[in-house]
């Protein structure tokens, strides 16, 4: 069964860092790109980040290029992402997602919370 | 960027069809290729996958769920909805990227 986990959520002050883990399982973990979903407080999906199967491509949304970066252990199964300067509207429920081809995204954890406030 | 536009809302009642629609600014379509997605999301819980390529049924999803269209515009079915139906239900596509883009969502309600 495909797993994905997402951890290291919480609550954040405004300029700090956060950095999520996605642990995934069930497949072979460098067979496949993976990506970032988020979702503000009762709004819509947005697409943030994917990484390519062997991490030598990343791409971004324009709103947290330059503030995130999307990484991954193919080693360990576990994708990241990096959040540096942290602002009130990237307060989200952030999932992973695999995009298994043409980008889609057949498996999704059940996604970290962060909460940016000071 | 491609922008996706749904309706907001549909209300519906149980054991009646509901037809959801997704409109692109601009061509999902490459070849024979259709590169629209469908996801349910219910609430406090993950996006599940439901339909890929506009018409193609995601594994372990019912049969009562259908896809279909082309270019920019793309419909979900449902039919017969169902209690367990009641979510919201987001377009995606994958023509251009990055960015993928999601449609803003339609929440399926009960009449």
């Known amino acids: 069964e495909v797993q994905l986990v997402e951890s290291g959520g919480g609550l954040v002050q405004p300029g700090r860092s956060m950095k999520l883990s996605c642990a995934a399982s069930?497949?072979?973990?460098?067979?496949?790109?993976m990506a970032w979903v988020c979702q503000a407080p009762k709004k819509g999906l947005e697409w943030v980040a994917t990484?390519?199967?062997?991490?030598?491509?990343?791409y971004y949304r324009d709103s947290v290029k330059g503030r995130f970066t999307i990484s991954r252990d193919n080693a360990k199964s576990t994708l990241y992402l990096q959040m540096d300067s942290l602002r009130s509207e990237d307060t989200a429920t952030y999932y992973c997602?695999?995009?298994?081809?043409?980008?889609?995204?057949?498996?999704w954890g059940q996604g970290a919370s962060v909460t940016v406030s000071s | 960027d491609i922008v996706l536009t749904q309706s907001p809302a549909l209300a519906v009642s149980l054991g009646q069809r509901a037809t959801i629609s997704c409109r692109a600014s601009q061509s999902v379509s490459i070849s024979r290729y259709n590169l629209m997605h469908w996801y349910q999301q219910k609430p406090g819980q993950q996006p599940k996958l439901l339909i890929y390529?506009?018409?193609n049924l995601a594994s372990g999803i019912p049969a009562r769920f259908s896809g279909s269209g082309s270019g920019t515009d793309f419909t979900l079915t449902i039919n017969p909805v169902q209690a367990d139906d009641i979510a919201t239900y987001y377009c995606?596509?994958?023509?251009?990227?990055?960015?993928?883009?999601f449609g803003g969502g339609t929440k399926l309600e009960l009449k």
């Open positions: 990484i390519s199967y062997d991490g030598s491509s990343t």
């Open positions: 069930g497949f072979t973990f460098n067979n496949y790109d």
């Open positions: 995606q596509q994958s023509r251009e990227s990055p960015p993928w883009t």
């Open positions: 390529r506009a018409s």
């Open positions: 997602a695999r995009p298994a081809y043409q980008g889609v995204m057949d498996a």
